[in-house]
Nanobody, 124 residues
Framework: HVQLVESGGGSVQAGGSLRLSCAFDAYTPANVRMAWFRQAPGKEREGVASLASDGSSIYANSLKGRFTISQDNAKNTVYLQMNSLKPEDTAMYYC???????????????????WGQGTQVTVS
């Protein structure tokens, strides 16, 4: 069982920045894909960014250039740096993990096995 704990959410004005953190336990297998999703009220959960076990990253097209996903293996943490935030970025943000090798696209949330509790981001 993989435990994920998100932090770093909060309220920020439009144009500001936030960095979300997702701490995972040391027993997380190396061959996994990690991802950030978000869900706004009344909307479906959508993929934000993902990091493969080889270190490659991929982003939702609409967010490319503003968001950056990264990982610090020494700290067992995945980050989501969010810049130039907009009110439409307001959502609950979740960290998720799935085993590598899935043929399904990275943004298919049903393919992820482990989820954090989420952290709220509000942009006004």
């Amino acid at each position: 069982h993989v435990q994920l704990v998100e932090s770093g959410g909060g309220s920020v004005q439009a144009g500001g920045s936030l960095r979300l953190s997702c701490a995972f336990d040391a027993y997380t297998p190396a061959n996994v894909r990690m991802a950030w999703f978000r869900q706004a009220p009344g909307k479906e959960r959508e993929g934000v960014a993902s990091l493969a076990s080889d270190g490659s990253s991929i982003y939702a097209n609409s967010l490319k250039g503003r968001f950056t996903i990264s990982q610090d293996n020494a700290k067992n943490t995945v980050y989501l740096q969010m810049n130039s935030l907009k009110p439409e970025d307001t959502a609950m943000y979740y960290c998720a993990v799935r085993v590598s090798g899935f043929l399904s696209p990275w943004y298919y949330d049903t393919t992820y096995t482990y989820w954090g509790q989420g952290t709220q981001v509000t942009v006004s």
